[in-house]
């Protein structure tokens, strides 16, 4: 991974953010053991390094589902309406990146 892949993966996020109508304070990068990413309230976001070997379709399905927990602090009904109304058929990408690996969000 070059830090290029890495100033990349961060411009997707920050597309996404505009999008969505979020902010984000700051975007990290790091690997992470049990997890893809994690968000704090305030808007810390930090994504596990080996997403940048995933597929797009996944990195912005983990994306947009750290995204949305800034505005939804939980998997609720407005939660799943607003993934699917930014990602359509998200449920497909969430059980693909279970076949990856067994990780939370
Ligand atoms: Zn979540």
């Known amino acids: 991974m070059t830090s290029k892949d890495k100033a990349t993966f961060k411009a997707r996020v920050c597309q996404w953010a505009e999008k969505l109508d979020v902010k984000v304070q700051s975007i990290m990068l790091r690997s992470m053991e049990n997890k893809w990413a994690s ?45 699917k109304a930014y990602l359509g058929d998200y449920e497909t990408s969430e059980q693909e990146l279970k076949n990856h690996a067994c990780k939370q969000y």
């Open 39 to 83: 968000c704090s309230s305030r808007g810390r976001l930090t994504f596990d390094t080996n997403l940048l070997s995933l597929e797009p379709h996944l990195q912005d399905y983990v994306i947009v589902h750290e995204l949305l927990h800034l505005q939804v602090p939980n998997h609720g009904k407005l939660w799943k309406c607003l993934m």
